[in-house]
């Protein structure tokens, strides 16, 4: 499982052998059941996460509202962005929708690899900057589109699931 990680930050930028052999010294695993938080309205997201098996959902709740931002499934990356760089409490909340298998790195253990290996720096800067588009998109799509168009873009963006 935690070779399916290397595969997928390989994919995104090949990392110096140096590179791979640390971060597979310092990659962990956890296992959330279904309904189990990952990361907490007001906590400070310290995890970058890779999803080996399951699905997971940030949501965000507002005056008696729950917005749904994204989903993440198996073989994608995800944290709560925005207080993962600036290190503040996480507006955003995350669940597991089902059983998942996740490998994960300490915010410490990133700030030490992209330190050790401007491979793993580069993978950083093209995962985040990837997010942010996607977030872009997302945002956009939320603004243009009605419920019914945005059911019919994430079925024709998530066949899989």
């Known amino acids: 499982?935690?070779?399916?990680?290397?595969?997928?930050?390989?994919?995104?930028?090949p990392l110096s052998k140096e590179a791979e052999a640390e971060l597979s010294t310092r990659l962990k695993s956890k296992t959330f059941k279904k309904g189990q938080l990952i990361n907490k309205q007001g906590q400070i997201c310290r995890k970058l996460y890779f999803i080996n098996k399951g699905l997971v959902k940030h949501y965000y709740h507002h005056k008696n509202r729950t917005f749904i931002i994204?989903?993440?499934?198996?073989n994608n990356v995800f944290t709560?962005?925005?207080?993962?760089?600036?290190q503040t409490p996480a507006e955003f909340?995350?669940?597991a929708l089902?059983?998942?298998?996740?490998t994960y790195l300490d915010d410490q253990d990133v700030e030490a690899l992209c330190r050790n290996h401007h491979s793993f720096e580069t993978v950083i800067r093209k995962t985040f900057?990837?997010?942010?588009?996607?977030?872009l998109k997302r945002i956009k799509e939320?603004?243009?589109?009605?419920?019914?168009e945005l059911y019919k873009s994430f079925v024709k963006e998530n066949k899989h699931l």
Do not use: G, H, P, Q
């Open 1 to 13: 499982m935690l070779t399916d990680f290397i595969k997928y930050i390989n994919k995104v930028s």
């Open 129 to 135: 900057a990837m997010a942010a588009v996607i977030n």
């Open 142 to 148: 939320m603004f243009d589109a009605d419920a019914t």
């Open 70 to 74: 994204r989903f993440f499934s198996e």
């Open 80 to 86: 709560v962005l925005d207080s993962f760089i600036r």
């Open 93 to 95: 909340i995350t669940i």
């Open 98 to 102: 089902e059983d998942s298998e996740l």
